[in-house]
């Protein structure tokens, strides 16, 4: 019950912030001269876009918090390399801003996507190699085909 506590708090906490936001935004009055993007899209799009995800990924997450409480061990193992997992996902996100600029996208994505799974225990190769590329093409279709960003 402890762990389902927890999860349903900082859950709670990720969709408060996320409504907030969504509430500030709609609540301030809008510029007269609102810019738009090259793509059309206006200045609110991506932060509407991020913060209804973050609230379906709440939801999600609060959902599969229940679920896997109802149908789990009474008392899970805990994870003895969390806090390397923990520096090594903090670590490889400050590289990948570091190198945004001056690396491709795409290839950026598929190693850091990489490098990622590795630190958090897959150790097959064609699994890694399927995921980096593969996460690298959506993010690529996502952010550069759809929504026009230039990366």
């Given at each position: 019950?402890?762990?389902?506590?927890?999860?349903?708090?900082?859950?709670?906490l990720?969709?408060?912030?996320?409504?907030?936001?969504?509430?500030?935004?709609?609540?301030?009055?809008?510029?007269?001269?609102?810019?738009?993007?090259?793509?059309?899209?206006?200045?609110?799009t991506?932060?509407?876009?991020?913060?209804?995800?973050?609230?379906?990924?709440?939801?999600?997450?609060?959902?599969?918090?229940?679920?896997?409480?109802?149908?789990?061990?009474?008392?899970?193992v805990?994870?003895?390399?969390?806090?390397?997992?923990?520096?090594?996902?903090?670590?490889?996100?400050?590289?990948?801003?570091?190198?945004?600029?001056?690396?491709?996208?795409?290839?950026?994505?598929?190693?850091f996507?990489?490098?990622?799974?590795?630190?958090?225990?897959?150790?097959?190769?064609l699994q890694?190699?399927?995921?980096?590329?593969?996460?690298?093409?959506?993010?690529h279709?996502?952010?550069?085909?759809?929504?026009?960003?230039?990366?």
């Open positions: 019950m402890r762990d389902l506590a927890k999860e349903l708090v900082v859950t709670g990720l969709a408060t912030i996320a409504a907030t936001c969504l509430a500030s935004m709609h609540a301030t009055e809008r510029p007269v001269l609102s810019f738009q993007y090259s793509s059309g899209l206006s200045f609110s991506l932060p509407n876009l991020y913060g209804g995800l973050l609230l379906l990924l709440c939801l999600i997450n609060a959902g599969k918090a229940v679920w896997l409480h109802k149908t789990s061990a009474p008392a899970p805990k994870e003895k390399k969390a806090a390397f997992r923990a520096v090594a996902t903090i670590f490889l996100l400050f590289l990948f801003v570091s190198l945004l600029g001056k690396m491709p996208f795409a290839a950026l994505c598929a190693v996507l990489c490098l990622l799974f590795f630190a958090y225990g897959k150790r097959k190769p890694i190699a399927c995921i980096g590329l593969g996460g690298a093409a959506v993010l279709l996502i952010f550069v085909t759809a929504l026009g960003l230039r990366l």
